[in-house]
C-alpha cells in the first residue's frame, strides 16, 4: 500500500512553475512536464455574488454574449495589472490547474514587460504571494523570449527581440545576459482590434465585437500588402437602425485603419536601434531582429520592420510560446540562469 507523505514531508515538494501573464493570453509551463495551460487572459464573474462562473476559453467566449450580472473581465490592461482582486484569483486558479496547493507548495517565475514599475512589480509580487506561490521571480519578457527563440544572450553579441503582446510591444537588445537598449509601447494586438472596430464604426456606421474585430484582423489583416489578398464579408449592427447589416471589408481598408499602430511598432524598434552602442548594431546586421509574440503574428509585419529598418527580420518558430518556453527554460537550469532574473524574490 502506498504511504502518504506527511505534513512535514510535504512542504518539501515544489512544483516550479513559469507564468507568462500576458494582457491577451496566460501560458503555464511546468517544470519537467512543458507547457500545461494556454488559454485567454479572462474570467468571468456573477456580479452579484462574485463568484468565478469560468476561465480562459470558456471566459473568453462570453464576451459581449453575457445577461447583465455576468461580467467577462480582462484583469491586465497594457501589461499592467488592473484588477488586482481579480489578478489574484486567477493567479490561484491557475496554481489549482497546475498542482499547487498547500500540500505542493510552488516556486513561480513570472514573466513581467521591461517597463514595469516598482509599484506594478510589488502588486504582481504580492498577487502571486496570496495566491499561494512559496517564492515568486519576476523576469522580462523580451529576456525570456530571447532565451526561448534560441538566442546566445551570454555571448558579448547583440540580439535584438521585438515581442508584441496583447497590450505592449517592447523591443529590446540584448548581449552578456542583460537588456542594453530598450524601447516600449503601450500598443500591442488589443489596439489594432480597437482600431478596426473604430474605422467600421466611423466609415460604414455599423458596431462590431472584440471578437468580430480579431477575426477580421486574421483573416484580411496586414502591415505590408501581401500577395493573394481577398476581401472579407463582414456582419454587424447598423447604429442608424439598430438592424444586423453586412459589408465588404477590403485588405488595403484594414491596414489604412491600423496604420497608426503599425507605424507606433516601428518606431519603437527605429528608436531601439537609436539607443544601440555601434560595436552591438553591427551584430544585428548579421543577426537580424527576431519577431516574437501573438501580435508579431501580423502578416505583412516582419516585411514592414525590415523596410523601415534596414534590417532582416525572422518571425521565431513559436511566437505566441516562445516567452513562457524561455522562463520554462530558466527553470530547468535555475542555478545557472537565476541571474538573469529581476530583483530579488518575493516570499
Known sequence: MRRRPTNREGAGLARDLAIDLGTANTLVYLRGQG????????????????DVLAMGHEAWQMIGRTPGYIVAVRPL????????????RMIRLLFQRAGVNRLYRARVLICVPSAITHVEQRAVLEAARRA?????YLIEQPMAAAIGAGLPVHEPLGNMVVDVGGGTTEVAVISLGGVVALEAVRVGSFDV?????????????IAVGEHTAE?????????AATPDEFKAEVRGRDLMSGLPKTIILSPEEVRHAIEEQTRAICDAVVSALGQTPPELAQDLI????????????????DRRIAQESGLPVHLVEAPLECV???????LESFDRLKDMFMGSPRR
Not at 217 to 223: D, M
Not at 287 to 299: A, E, K, S, T
Open 35 to 50: 507547457i500545461i495551460l494556454n488559454e485567454p487572459t479572462v474570467i468571468a464573474l456573477n456580479d452579484r455574488t462574485q
Open 193 to 205: 482590434d480597437a482600431a478596426i472596430q473604430a474605422f467600421v464604426r466611423r466609415e460604414y456606421g
Open 324 to 330: 513562457v518556453l524561455g522562463a520554462g527554460r530558466c
Open 215 to 223: 477575426e477580421i484582423k486574421i483573416a484580411i489583416g496586414s502591415a
Open 77 to 88: 490592461r497594457g501589461g499592467a495589472i488592473t484588477d488586482f482582486e481579480i489578478t489574484q
Open 132 to 136: 499561494g506561490a512559496a517564492t515568486t
Open 286 to 301: 548579421l543577426q537580424g531582429i527576431h519577431l516574437v509574440g501573438g501580435g508579431g503574428m501580423l502578416r505583412g509585419l
